[in-house]
């Protein structure tokens, strides 16, 4: 069964590093998404992306994050500048139609 | 007003019970609407969308009532394994999936 896969799994950074978190959608879809989930919190929409540019983004989406879709299987999300706050799950999902999403496993980052 | 809404639970009850919990939503041109599932520090898991018409699938049964603006989940025959927490989801018109905080349910032997 297709699936949504990110790596890695779990990244530690130091305060004000730059992280990349990777996500490989699955193939024939063309909507793809980050949302981030803190400890105990609720699933929160970070992104969506359509067609090679965003189509809609969340207050937490600040300068600091950015996306690309470097090759024609890669989407990545970029936080240029690591807060303590960023500390969360990160989720990539993609859907087909924009309908139904499928998310991948997610990565843990943990900021120190 | 928070976009979905759920009653976080928990809910609590032996094997071969029935549940059922409710969300609602702010959003009156909300386009799908869903159930996922999610375990302990894993990803939400497609249960099941849901449908105007109300569907089942298997031991679950969900409702829309457009009108009223809530969408309902009930699971006859409890498994242990349906011990999760289930999240509310709701699709607008911008392609963006907004997630209610979840419900616990827990079931015991």
């Known amino acids: 069964e297709p699936e949504v896969t990110q790596t890695p799994s779990h990244q530690v950074t130091q305060m004000g590093q730059e992280v990349i978190l990777r996500c490989v959608p699955i193939?024939?879809?063309?909507?793809f998404y980050w949302y981030r989930q803190i400890l105990g919190q609720k699933v929160e929409f970070l992104v969506s992306f359509y067609n090679n540019e965003i189509s809609e983004k969340s207050e937490i989406f600040d300068d600091q994050f950015s996306v690309e879709r470097p090759d024609g299987s890669n989407f990545t999300l970029k936080i240029r500048s690591t807060k303590l706050e960023d500390s969360a799950m990160y989720f990539c999902a993609s859907s087909e139609k924009g309908i139904t999403a499928f998310f991948g496993q997610g990565t843990r980052l943990t900021v120190v | 007003r928070k976009e979905v809404e759920q009653d976080p639970g928990p809910f609590n009850v032996p094997e071969g019970a029935t549940v059922a919990f409710n969300c609602t939503y702010s959003?009156?041109?909300?386009?799908?609407f869903f159930w996922y599932r999610q375990d302990c520090r894993k990803e939400p898991k497609l249960l099941m969308s849901v449908y105007s018409s109300g569907n089942e699938d298997g031991r679950f049964t969900a409702q829309l009532n457009r009108a009223s603006q809530y969408i309902s989940l009930l699971i006859r025959d409890s498994k242990l394994s349906d011990s999760a927490t289930y999240l509310c989801v709701v699709n607008g018109d911008d392609y963006k999936l907004s997630f209610g905080a979840g419900t616990t349910v827990t079931v015991r032997a």
């Open positions: 959003n009156s041109a909300s386009q799908s």
């Open positions: 193939s024939n879809h063309l909507y």
